[in-house]
């Protein structure tokens, strides 16, 4: 299916005081149209099919002063959120043996579909990245309020540091006014209060101020942590972990920016035993595991490589790292689909097209919250 027919989002967004052209909108974005008939709860969506709450809670953002009064690109940013916060709802959705609809995990789901859909339209990486922050967290503001405080806290600063919470606030605020449900007040009201809880947290429009990247990570390591404690840096050695799709070039890079640093590679040790990506992983995983505990019980500084797209996977490795005082710096490498596909297909380790199909949807991108350090480098 295509993505996208000639038009940019940004040719699609109306200007402020204007109505969404929903005629260009779905003509132009076809995937909005597998929203149509996919079902909702009437408890909490009392509107209609997922189509319907979409187009609902695009036009009440972009009736609202708040975003009109936005800088051009937090705009888009919001709108383009706004017409993808559900697009994972048909995929996720479930039916229990009483009738009753729910999406268990359509957020985070959805934040993964809406990158390969962006990606492919060609939005900037940080723009990208900042609307699939939204999406991942688009539901937080309307109930975070009623958590522990420490932890509402928390999870405030951790939002913050990939887009800003007003700009969530103001898509969650759209959420809550594009739909028919019991209580619509209270969702209001959780909204206002998020904004109150991360303005005392000093990260409504801008992310956190940590003292340090080492305090940032104990901060997520450990809870319960005063964000604003400087953490003693006890690192003895630092892990440059390598993470993209397969032929986005991530070992031209290593080659060519740190050809001092020993290699942990999946894909050399692959090739090592003879054997194609996807075969006896198990074996594959543990000789790197023994190597990369070599490097860390001498503290050696090495690079570990692979694809490391999904944050569980990356967070194994990670702790791993950590336990023995490693510093950790990701870099995260990435082309467009048309320099992936090439790049793939000139490896020596060629990754079939289905297994890159897979991989792109399970693709997160890795965040502040997880290492000293983040890269990015766009090939």
């Known amino acids: 299916m295509p993505v996208v027919a000639d038009a940019s989002m940004a040719d699609l967004m109306p200007a402020p005081g204007v109505a969404p052209d929903w005629i260009a909108l779905e003509s132009e974005l076809p995937w909005l149209n597998d929203l149509a008939g996919c079902p909702h709860d009437p408890v909490h969506h009392a509107e209609g099919d997922v189509l319907v709450h979409t187009r609902m809670v695009v036009e009440a953002l972009t009736a609202s002063d708040a975003w009109a009064r936005l800088p051009e690109m937090d705009r888009l940013c919001v709108f383009a959120a706004a017409l993808l916060h559900d697009i994972a709802k048909p995929a996720t959705t479930r039916i229990d043996a009483d009738g009753r609809v729910s999406q268990p995990g359509h957020s985070r789901k959805g934040a993964i579909m809406a990158r390969a859909i962006l990606w492919r339209m060609g939005l900037p990486f940080a723009l990208r990245e900042r609307i699939c922050t939204l999406i991942l967290h688009h539901q937080i503001p309307l109930f975070l309020i009623e958590k522990d405080p420490l932890e509402a806290r928390r999870r405030a600063i951790e939002i913050s540091l990939g887009a800003p919470n007003h700009l969530l606030a103001m898509l969650a605020e759209a959420d809550a006014r594009g739909r028919i449900c019991r209580n619509p007040q209270r969702l209001l009201d959780n909204i206002e209060l998020f904004r109150e809880l991360c303005t005392e947290a000093a990260c409504l429009e801008t992310a956190f101020a940590f003292p340090d990247d080492h305090s940032r990570v104990r901060f997520f390591e450990t809870r319960g942590t005063d964000p604003g404690h400087v953490q003693h840096d006890d690192t003895r050695l630092t892990v440059t972990m390598l993470a993209g799709l397969p032929g986005a070039g991530k070992t031209s890079w290593l080659k060519r920016a740190r050809p001092e640093l020993p290699v942990v590679g999946l894909d050399e040790i692959r090739t090592g035993f003879g054997v194609d990506h996807g075969e006896i992983e198990g074996r594959v995983l543990q000789e790197a595991k023994a190597r990369a505990k070599a490097h860390l019980r001498a503290g050696t500084d090495f690079a570990w490589s692979g694809t490391n797209i999904g944050r569980e996977a990356r967070g194994q490795w990670i702790g791993l790292f950590r336990a023995y005082g490693a510093r950790v710096r990701i870099v995260y490498?990435?082309?467009?689909?048309?320099?992936?596909?090439?790049?793939?297909?000139?490896?020596?380790?060629?990754?079939?097209?289905?297994?890159?199909?897979?991989?792109?949807?399970?693709?997160?991108?890795?965040?502040?919250?997880?290492?000293?350090e983040i890269a990015v480098v766009l090939r």
């Open 333 to 372: 490498v990435e082309t467009d689909e048309p320099g992936l596909r090439h790049g793939n297909r000139r490896r020596a380790g060629r990754v079939p097209d289905p297994v890159i199909d897979r991989m792109i949807s399970r693709w997160e991108i890795p965040d502040r919250t997880e290492a000293h």
